[in-house]
């Protein structure tokens, strides 16, 4: 397995001194995307012009995409695309799940889902004016609160700050049991653990694909549709390219075949070439392999800062089997303490209100970099050098 990884590690650009513990955000660069994406621009843009569309099969690209990663996440081919950013996937979902349950007025979800997926549910429920309610239940109180009158569960599968994991296909089947849908964000799931959605007989699933899949800044979110919902549901966001034939140009709406119907608007070629060419990276190896290494990686990083760095407090669950691909610290100065580590080499980040979030990526992380970041974390915690002025102050981005 480590001959593999060491193989897997050779395909990224990782800068010289980096220890980066933040694929969980934004996945490292694969070494192939640059000429990859030059070679769309030159090429195909360049030379083809709009008759890429047909010749260079860019029409194609949300469905060739999405299968790459149907591969990753248990969803047969033809049932995942891709486009806009995950915000407005989980719109989609969870507009066209209340669509199919319409009696029903109450969406359950947790505060530990990522905002943004409870925010975009807000807007929709406002928008639709027909007295739905976000109910927000602590993540342990969800399973209880799924009764009969939950239209949907809307639930992220591994919590963005704690690492906590849910158990997917028990709470589908408490949903489906109840007479409720369920959409899974599989924001820290894909890429991160292996992922069984046909198994777990998810209803919906979205996520995004700049974090473990490593496609990029504002790389296209993907959703997922189960086949035996796909040609039922009603797309809300009914958009020309979900259109059963964009270039009839008919004044009505008529839904594309399938999850084609989730398709918005004009798919971002540059974008999806550039995924395309990271989810090569992938091509050699299963999710179990990934797995098995993501806990060998996350344990070996509790065992060494538990014993250099006793102020620190595991956020996350101690059980691997509990928690996704990252392990968070509390520390009431984490913020200082992790610009600390960036200048020092070691990329983690921080999320309010006192979480050091790590993320374990193991195509690009050795066991030896899990080592180093511990010894830079002990010598910051130890000698408190996150106690400066210049690693208190807070950027845009944190
Ligand atoms: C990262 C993340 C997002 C980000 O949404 P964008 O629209 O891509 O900015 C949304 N939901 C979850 C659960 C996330 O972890």
């Given at each position: 397995?480590?001959?593999?990884?060491?193989?897997?590690?050779?395909?990224?650009?990782?800068?010289?001194?980096?220890?980066?513990?933040?694929?969980?955000?934004?996945?490292?660069?694969?070494?192939?995307?640059?000429?990859?994406?030059?070679?769309?621009?030159?090429?195909?843009?360049?030379?083809?012009?709009?008759?890429?569309?047909?010749?260079?099969?860019?029409?194609?690209?949300?469905?060739?995409?999405?299968?790459?990663?149907?591969?990753?996440?248990?969803?047969?081919?033809?049932?995942?695309?891709?486009?806009?950013?995950?915000?407005?996937?989980?719109?989609?979902?969870?507009?066209?799940?209340?669509?199919?349950?319409?009696?029903?007025?109450?969406?359950?979800?947790?505060?530990?889902?990522?905002?943004?997926?409870?925010?975009?549910?807000?807007?929709?429920?406002?928008?639709?004016?027909?007295?739905?309610?976000?109910?927000?239940?602590?993540?342990?109180?969800?399973?209880?609160?799924?009764?009969?009158?939950?239209?949907?569960?809307?639930?992220?599968?591994?919590?963005?700050?704690?690492?906590?994991?849910?158990?997917?296909?028990?709470?589908?089947?408490?949903?489906?049991?109840?007479?409720?849908?369920?959409?899974?964000?599989?924001?820290?799931?894909?890429?991160?653990?292996?992922?069984?959605?046909?198994?777990?007989?998810?209803?919906?699933?979205?996520?995004?694909?700049?974090?473990?899949?490593?496609?990029?800044?504002?790389?296209?979110?993907?959703?997922?549709?189960?086949?035996?919902?796909?040609?039922?549901?009603?797309?809300?966001?009914?958009?020309?390219?979900?259109?059963?034939?964009?270039?009839?140009?008919?004044?009505?709406?008529?839904?594309?075949?399938?999850?084609?119907?989730?398709?918005?608007?004009?798919?971002?070629?540059?974008?999806?070439?550039?995924?395309?060419?990271?989810?090569?990276?992938?091509?050699?190896?299963?999710?179990?392999?990934?797995?098995?290494?993501?806990?060998?990686?996350?344990?070996?990083?509790?065992?060494?800062?538990?014993?250099?760095?006793?102020?620190?407090?595991?956020?996350?669950?101690?059980?691997?089997?509990?928690?996704?691909?990252?392990?968070?610290?509390?520390?009431?100065?984490?913020?200082?303490?992790?610009?600390?580590?960036?200048?020092?080499?070691?990329?983690?980040?921080?999320?309010?209100?006192?979480?050091?979030?790590?993320?374990?990526?193991?195509?690009?992380?050795?066991?030896?970099?899990v080592t180093k970041a511990a010894e830079i974390l002990e010598d910051i915690m130890a000698n408190r050098l996150w106690d400066a002025p210049e690693f208190k102050a807070r950027s845009k981005v944190t």
């Amino acid at each position: 397995m480590t001959d593999l990884f060491a193989r897997t590690r050779d395909l990224f650009r990782i800068p010289d001194g980096v220890v980066y513990l933040d694929g969980n955000s934004l996945g490292v660069m694969p070494k192939a995307v640059g000429a990859r994406v030059q070679k769309t621009i030159d090429a195909e843009w360049g030379e083809m012009l709009i008759t890429a569309w047909n010749k260079a099969g860019w029409m194609d690209m949300p469905a060739h995409v999405g299968d790459r990663i149907g591969r990753l996440i248990g969803a047969p081919a033809g049932s995942v695309t891709m486009g806009d950013t995950l915000s407005i996937k989980v719109y989609q979902a969870l507009a066209s799940a209340l669509d199919l349950n319409p009696t029903r007025k109450v969406v359950l979800s947790d505060n530990g889902n990522f905002p943004t997926d409870l925010y975009m549910a807000q807007g929709l429920l406002a928008s639709l004016g027909k007295g739905h309610e976000l109910k927000i239940v602590a993540p342990e109180e969800v399973e209880a609160n799924i009764d009969e009158s939950v239209a949907t569960l809307m639930i992220t599968e591994v919590d963005y700050r704690t690492g906590r994991l849910h158990d997917m296909k028990r709470l589908t089947q408490k949903a489906h049991a109840a007479g409720a849908l369920a959409i899974w964000d599989l924001a820290h799931s894909a890429g991160a653990i292996p992922v069984d959605l046909t198994g777990a007989d998810a209803d919906f699933a979205v996520g995004c694909t700049y974090k473990y899949l490593n496609g990029g800044p504002g790389a296209p979110a993907f959703i997922y549709v189960a086949p035996r919902l796909a040609e039922k549901v009603r797309p809300a966001l009914s958009g020309w390219i979900g259109h059963e034939a964009p270039f009839a140009f008919d004044l009505d709406y008529r839904p594309g075949k399938g999850v084609e119907r989730m398709r918005v608007g004009t798919p971002p070629i540059l974008a999806l070439t550039a995924l395309d060419a990271a989810l090569d990276a992938w091509d050699d190896v299963t999710m179990d392999q990934v797995r098995a290494r993501s806990i060998e990686l996350s344990e070996h990083f509790i065992a060494e800062v538990e014993r250099r760095c006793p102020d620190l407090e595991l956020a996350s669950p101690g059980d691997p089997m509990m928690r996704g691909s990252q392990v968070s610290f509390r520390f009431a100065e984490g913020y200082a303490a992790i610009q600390a580590l960036i200048a020092k080499g070691v990329i983690g980040d921080f999320r309010a209100p006192d979480i050091m979030r790590f993320g374990f990526t193991p195509l690009y992380l050795s066991l030896d970099d899990v080592t180093k970041a511990a010894e830079i974390l002990e010598d910051i915690m130890a000698n408190r050098l996150w106690d400066a002025p210049e690693f208190k102050a807070r950027s845009k981005v944190t």
